[in-house]
């Protein structure tokens, strides 16, 4: 079989193709055929040695992917051969609050991600997926629609009426724009691209906001809101975004610590967390427990999620430089079978 690996140093030109055995699966383990993987920006940082420069190498990077179950070892009950499945982010956390073990399970980094034809997971590290969905489509869901749900549903508990902001138009903010809209949650969409807003329109936006045209964009979400601010904020920027977040925040609404794309520190005028009573969630992914939750409600809506553009297995370089670009909208998928 075929698979990725980031050979013994860092960087896309240390990202090569390489064949090795296919795996049999041990005792609670099941074989799965790859038939489709989603980029993160996380697996961005990870191939160029931002996300751990410590990180033991050779790796298989990335963590989303969907396929078929092809073998399955002694004791294997949760899944049989034929069923269809995608990875659970955490292999080994199942629901609950996370411990320090569990946190490490995490694949493409420290663990061998899903980037090759076939993969040997524990059997509770993979989830049915909806029906109606393709692998291309499935694959999207475990780090990207985990975390919006997760952020919106799970900790957030969106309901009916709130108002909910987003931040840019990737694969969490796209999921939670849809997320959103299905708890009948008002949205707010930003982004420094009018084409890309308008795709925010077409996905259910009820009011966008261009923030390289207006700097002040957290004012205009507070006039857009009778100057009260958002009940959520999707925030995944990180240091560089999260003060002007919570500027557009109500008192007494949450803000979902996402991402890190404008950065990792900087200055933060705290009293806009103490005075204004708002809640500063970090949502790091989530449980199995939680995928399963957000499928079952996938699968009851018919949504699906945003697949920007899917490459051939070939060209995973491609996809990464694409990913990097920031020209997407939703998801970048790469086909594997």
């Known amino acids: 079989m075929k698979k990725y690996v980031i050979n013994d140093s860092f960087g896309l030109d240390n990202l090569a193709v390489v064949e090795a055995p296919e795996p049999k699966p041990g005792p609670g383990e099941v ?5 489709a993987a989603s980029l993160n920006f996380r697996d961005l940082m990870t191939v160029k040695g931002l996300y751990n420069p410590r990180q033991p190498l050779p790796l ?17 009950t949760r899944v049989k051969e034929g069923d ?3 990875t659970s982010f955490f292999q080994r956390w199942i629901k609950g609050e996370p411990s320090r073990e569990e946190a490490r399970s995490t694949l493409g980094g420290p663990l061998d991600g899903v980037l090759a034809e076939y993969v040997t997971l524990g059997q509770e590290g993979v989830a049915g997926i909806p029906d109606h969905l393709s692998c291309e489509e499935a694959a999207c869901l475990p780090c990207a629609g985990v975390t919006a749900w997760n952020a919106l549903v799970a900790r957030g508990s969106v309901k009916p009426g709130d108002a909910v902001l987003t931040l840019g138009t990737g694969g969490v903010s796209t999921f939670a ?18 084409e890309k807003l308008d795709r925010a329109r077409e996905l259910g936006a009820d ?3 261009n923030y390289k045209q207006n700097p002040d964009w957290p004012g205009i979400v ?25 500027k557009a925040c109500r008192m007494g609404g949450r803000v979902s610590v996402i991402g890190v794309l404008a950065g990792t520190s900087s200055e933060l005028n705290v009293r806009l967390i103490l005075m204004n009573a708002i809640t500063v969630q970090g949502i790091f992914v989530g449980p199995r427990k939680v995928l399963e939750d957000m499928n079952r409600a996938v699968a009851l809506s018919g949504m699906r999620p945003v697949v920007d553009k899917v490459f051939p297995f070939g060209r995973a370089r491609e996809a990464m430089e694409y990913m990097a670009s920031g020209r997407h909208r939703g998801k970048v998928v790469i086909r594997i079978a």
Do not use: N, W
Request: proline share 1%; aromatic share 2%; glycine share 16%.
């Open 31 to 35: 074989v799965v055929r790859m038939l």
């Open 60 to 76: 298989t990077p990335l963590s989303d992917g969907a396929g078929e179950v092809v073998k399955t070892g002694e004791g294997v």
């Open 84 to 86: 269809r499945v995608c």
């Open 177 to 194: 724009l849809q997320f959103a809209k299905l708890a009948g949650a008002r949205v707010i969409a930003t982004s420094s691209s009018d």
């Open 207 to 209: 009011e966008t906001v």
């Open 222 to 246: 507070r006039e857009m809101t009778g100057g009260e601010g958002v009940d959520h904020v999707i925030e995944v920027g990180g240091a560089g975004t999260l003060e002007r977040s919570l």
